[in-house]
């Protein structure tokens, strides 16, 4: 597997909880290289734009409230088969679905207040992870 980057983010549930260390943490623990952070308090435009692949399903009205409630902290991980190892830390999206040892089974609350957010594929990750940041924000090495 090659060399991946993808979109995490720090939901507002996890970030006002207090827990955006520990989960930090686990990111660097697992090995995944942070490229670029910042924390966000978005817009209902910019969460809406954010999940807009989601704007028929009936939780889209919700989970954009749920996404502006508090700052988030997005951020870019890259590491080898980077996509699928962040969404194996974070666990299934239903904290109760969610295997032990996973981010969600620690910290989330609920399938919207789930604590995290991971791109599912390569077409995804690059599309998300323009939406928060521009070249010059991303610190390769
Ligand atoms: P995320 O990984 O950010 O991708 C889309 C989000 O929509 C998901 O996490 C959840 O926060 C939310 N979501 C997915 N399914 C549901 C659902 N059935 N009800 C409410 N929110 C959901």
């Known amino acids: 597997m ?75 991980l890259e590491g080898d088969d980077a996509i699928r190892r962040w969404r194996d830390l974070m666990g299934a999206t239903d904290p109760a679905k969610a295997a032990a040892g996973t981010i969600r089974k620690a910290f989330a609350s609920s399938i919207e207040s789930n604590a995290v957010h991971g791109s599912d594929a390569p077409e995804t990750a690059a599309f998300e992870i323009a939406y928060f940041f521009s070249a010059l924000d991303i610190h390769a090495r």
Do not use: N
Not at 28 to 42: D, N, P, S, V, Y
Not at 43 to 52: I, K, L, N, R, V
């Open 2 to 76: 090659s060399v991946q980057r993808t979109l995490a983010i720090i939901k507002p549930d996890a970030v006002a909880k207090g827990v955006a260390g520990q989960i930090i943490t686990k990111i660097e623990q697992a090995g995944l290289t942070i490229l670029a952070a910042r924390m966000i308090h978005m817009s209902g435009e910019d969460a809406g734009g954010f999940y807009a692949v989601h704007r028929a399903r009936p939780f889209y009205q919700s989970l954009c409230e749920f996404m502006t409630q508090g700052p988030c902290l997005p951020m870019v």
